[in-house]
């Protein structure tokens, strides 16, 4: 039986003694580097931190070096950057991907259309707490207004003229969606990358209408340019024609004013004495009439016959001018109120009045 060494029992205790402070130190550094290391936290320029203590959280917005109490509050970095993702194609090798690009327009009509869309994080808090993934409710909610909005368009808008208004009207539309769910992101902008019809074949038929429309600017170009040369000219003869109606217009209307005159004064004397009146009127016109014709009056059978004398009688004109220019019977003259133009009977006073009158 081995004997009982005290002096070995004590060294093995005080072996173990150290061995437990020195334990001890150690789980006390390591401690102290654990509260020290994470007590301490950087915040860049382009980064926000969301802190919570006891589960609150708190947005922290100055960069630079903050305290938190380990164990107690946690810190959680937001970029807040603008980013940006891509609809309808694929940004790594800029392949199309037809399932987000493929789109039916309001004429029904088929269209590749490539978006993309920049945002960046407008409130930490909400996008970190408010949903699992803030990103992919913003890449849903844009494929969904991209198809709202190219399908109220027609084709010749979304491949031409109408894709500022389109990039506007979609922006619009997902910020206005974005509130509705409140996920603490911001829409920066939105850009259409491409947009063509899907076969090589419709694209080389939506050329060929750009050409045309191209060919129906030049032409209608060409015809203002015709238009404003002929234009002036047309306008001076339009003046023209209308001065030269103008001056017809009063030309006639003084005509026509000079005869109402010559109308009244007739009818004054007319009044005056009718008899006298008549027959020199009468008179007047068969001088306008027959200015050359010589003629005499038959007044023997209570009628005036005028007869033409050279076209019968073949009398010169000299003997001609010496036949009386009218003869009349004294016992012809009753009835003379009856007589019409072509039936006037006047006697010899009647005659001398008139011949005096003239």
């Not at 001890?24 to 203590?53: C, D, M, P, R, W």
């Not at 209307?253 to 009244?264: D, R, S, T």
């Not at 000299?318 to 012809?332: L, M, V």
Request: net charge negative; charged share 25%; with cysteine.
């Amino acid at each position: 039986m081995e004997s009982f060494n005290p002096d070995m029992e004590e060294k093995v205790k005080n072996a173990a003694k150290r061995a437990k402070r020195f334990v001890t130190f150690g789980l006390a550094l390591a401690f102290l580097l654990v509260l020290g290391t994470g007590s301490f936290y950087n915040i860049e320029e382009q980064e926000q931190a969301v802190l919570t203590t006891f589960g609150k959280a708190v947005s922290v917005t100055a960069p630079g070096l903050h305290f938190k109490i380990p164990l107690i509050q946690r810190v959680q970095k937001v970029n807040t950057t603008i980013q940006g993702f891509a609809l309808g194609y694929n940004q790594e090798d800029n392949e199309s991907e037809e399932e987000d690009s493929l789109m039916i327009t309001s004429d029904y009509n088929f269209v590749n259309v490539d978006f993309f869309i920049e945002y960046k994080v407008a409130d930490p808090v909400k996008a970190v707490y408010a949903s699992k993934d803030p990103v992919l409710i913003l890449k849903n909610v844009s494929k969904s207004c991209v198809r709202t909005v190219i399908g109220s368009y027609d084709v010749d808008s979304v491949l031409t003229t109408g894709k500022n208004e389109i990039q506007s009207r979609v922006k619009d539309m997902i910020i206005s969606q974005l509130d509705k769910h409140d996920v603490g992101l911001q829409v920066v902008n939105v850009t259409i990358q491409d947009s063509e019809p899907p076969t090589a074949e419709v694209m080389e038929a939506f050329k060929a209408v750009e050409t045309a429309k191209q060919g129906k600017e030049t032409a209608i170009n060409n015809a203002n340019k015709y238009r404003n040369e002929k234009l002036p000219g047309a306008e001076a003869q339009i003046d023209k024609i209308m001065q030269d109606a103008e001056a017809e217009k009063t030309r006639r209307m003084n005509e026509a004013n000079a005869e109402v005159a010559k109308f009244n004064a007739m009818y004054a004397e007319y009044v005056k004495n009718p008899q006298v009146t008549r027959q020199r009127m009468f008179y007047e016109a068969m001088e306008e009439v027959l200015p050359e014709l010589k003629v005499i009056i038959d007044g023997t059978d209570k009628t005036n016959t005028i007869l033409p004398l050279d076209s019968f009688s073949g009398v010169g004109s000299a003997e001609s001018s010496q036949i009386p220019s009218r003869t009349e019977s004294p016992g012809d003259r009753s009835g003379e109120e009856d007589m019409g133009w072509n039936n006037r009977d006047s006697t010899d006073d009647t005659a001398d009045s008139q011949n005096g009158e003239e």
